[in-house]
């Protein structure tokens, strides 16, 4: 299996990556950031099924197989709680193992912490204030999901006259942020309840997903940035709700065939074969902004809550 070719931090494509157009994308040295994820952030994330940081398990698994579903029962393993039906279990682990707080000073703290402050200028400095990291415990089906669409973006690549390199090896995968807002206190205190509110975003995406359908951005797929502070920007918070607060979700998310940034987004209907759309497009051909095409594209890592 070809392993994870992991995507900076500030998200520049790599030399030999199916860019805008189709074309490959050269990169000039940024003076301002290393070109490279340093070695120890690289290791802390596996290709493997399940494993997040430093390859700890990303979901509570429950001891089940074929024998297991046929009659017996699901046994959580991060509560030890039983279930005779699959639904009930996925139900129970959304609502109380789908994320925990990373304790400050942990290591996966400190990257996370790193990952999101990379990028940001010194004028920054009130997006720095971050209250709280939720790490992402993902069920089997969404992983697998995740999993069956890098597939489908490699099969795809694989039948082009022009072969992509990254397409071909992961499927392009990124890593890149999505802003968004909480209204609950998931998290606080240990909590890992995730609400059911309809205004508490975070808690929508962890259990439904994402939507490719955005008032803001347009019916044009899941707006992801690739620095925080440009994710952070594309969050409206109203005055009337003021409970909400801002967040991030730091996302892996599967490119493929990245289509150029276009005038009117209504120039991309018609057009096959293409994975992403960019949008805005900064220095050194880095891609500051990319609409993902297809919900199953992304897969949560860590959400990232900022103070009010």
């Known amino acids: 299996m070809v392993g994870m070719v992991l995507h900076p931090l500030w998200a520049l494509l790599r030399t030999g990556t199916p860019g805008p157009g189709g074309h490959h994308v050269v990169h000039h040295n940024n003076p301002r950031v290393s070109s490279t994820l340093p070695k120890n952030i690289a290791r802390s994330f596996s290709r493997r099924e399940g494993y997040g940081f430093n390859g700890i398990p990303s979901n509570p698994r429950a001891s089940f197989g074929k024998d297991c579903l046929r009659g017996s029962t699901l046994t959580c393993h991060k509560c030890r709680e039983q279930f005779a039906k699959w639904e009930a279990f996925e139900a129970h682990h959304l609502s109380k193992h789908t994320v925990t707080e990373l304790v400050e000073g942990d290591s996966s703290t400190k990257i996370v912490e790193m990952i999101?402050?990379?990028?940001?200028?010194?004028?920054?400095?009130?997006?720095?204030?971050?209250?709280?990291?939720?790490?992402?415990?993902?069920?089997?089906?969404?992983?697998?999901?995740?999993?069956?669409?890098?597939?489908?973006?490699?099969?795809?690549?694989?039948?082009?006259?022009?072969?992509?390199?990254?397409?071909?090896a992961d499927g392009n995968e990124l890593l890149r942020f999505y802003g968004t807002t909480l209204e609950c206190s998931v998290g606080i205190n240990g909590s890992s309840d995730l609400c059911i509110s309809d205004r508490c975003n975070v808690c929508q995406i962890l259990r439904h997903g994402f939507s490719t359908k955005s008032?803001?951005?347009?019916?044009?797929?899941?707006?992801?940035?690739?620095?925080?502070?440009?994710?952070?920007?594309?969050i409206e918070l109203y005055d009337e709700n003021l409970s909400l607060r801002k967040a991030l979700i730091v996302c892996r998310v599967i490119a493929g065939r990245v289509h150029r940034p276009l005038e009117s987004f209504h120039e991309l209907e018609g057009q096959s074969g293409f994975d992403s759309l960019a949008g805005k497009m900064g220095l050194y051909s880095n891609i500051e902004e990319l609409f993902l095409l297809n919900h199953r594209a992304l897969l949560p890592c860590f959400v990232v809550i900022f103070k009010p």
């Open 116 to 168: 999101c402050r990379t990028g940001w200028l010194k004028s920054d400095n009130n997006h720095a204030h971050i209250n709280r990291i939720l790490k992402v415990h993902s069920m089997q089906k969404t992983i697998a999901q995740f999993e069956e669409y890098r597939e489908i973006v490699k099969i795809k690549a694989n039948k082009l006259p022009k072969k992509h390199p990254r397409c071909l």
């Open 215 to 234: 008032p803001l951005k347009g019916d044009i797929g899941v707006f992801t940035a690739s620095t925080s502070g440009k994710a952070l920007e594309s």
